[in-house]
């Protein structure tokens, strides 16, 4: 496998992808390079791994090409694991993740604040099957808004091994501990065995 389509205009989950995939040789492009634009696909899947494959599926059908599909949150122990698969639309798609942040650290004030990050990924290459991996990244709700590195809830996972929030990780870092990181490894695994 040369080139590989990543459904996903999210430019943080790219870079994360292609630091991770382009050193086995694979040249990582998102829907945009091959499209000109996104496509809204309906994620109406119960869990990660079904709007995973649901993505990846909806993409390669069109491209009939290898094409890789994430789909990712925070789960939150304290909320019954909300926001969930949802989080990118939680409390509307408009709110601003500043705003999405303070709602979370403001709901556990005083609570269990016990949390992760999710990540399924799931590749799905023409005339093959499907590969689907699922990953975590446990840690705490911060108790603030803290870090410039990152996207979406990092500033507000503390992971207690690193003592900090995942917005304060360098990519080296995230690449050892993240969600993503350890799904892409184990997806890493998966694309040697198939050559």
Partial sequence: ?????????????????????????????????????????IEDGQT???????????????????VLADDSGLEVDAMDKQPGIYSARFLGKDTSYVEKNQYIIDAV??????????CAMALVIPGQEDIVVEETMEGLIHDKIEGENGFGY?????????????????L???????????????????????G
């Fill in 1 to 41: 496998m040369k080139e590989l389509v990543v459904a996903s205009t999210n430019v943080g989950k790219i870079k994360e992808i292609k630091s991770m995939l382009e050193p086995l040789g694979i040249e990582v492009k998102s829907i945009k390079d091959k499209l000109g634009k996104d496509l809204d696909i």
């Fill in 154 to 170: 990092d500033p507000i996972l503390f992971f207690p091994p690193c003592n900090m929030t995942s917005a304060m990780m360098s």
């Fill in 48 to 66: 990660f791994k079904e709007n995973a494959l649901i993505k990846a599926h909806a993409i390669s059908d069109i491209l009939q090409l290898p």
């Fill in 109 to 118: 004030v005083g609570k269990n604040r016990t949390a992760r990050f999710v």
């Fill in 172 to 194: 080296e870092e995230k690449n050892k501990y993240s969600h993503r990181a350890k799904a892409l490894a184990k997806l890493q695994e998966k694309i040697k065995e198939l």
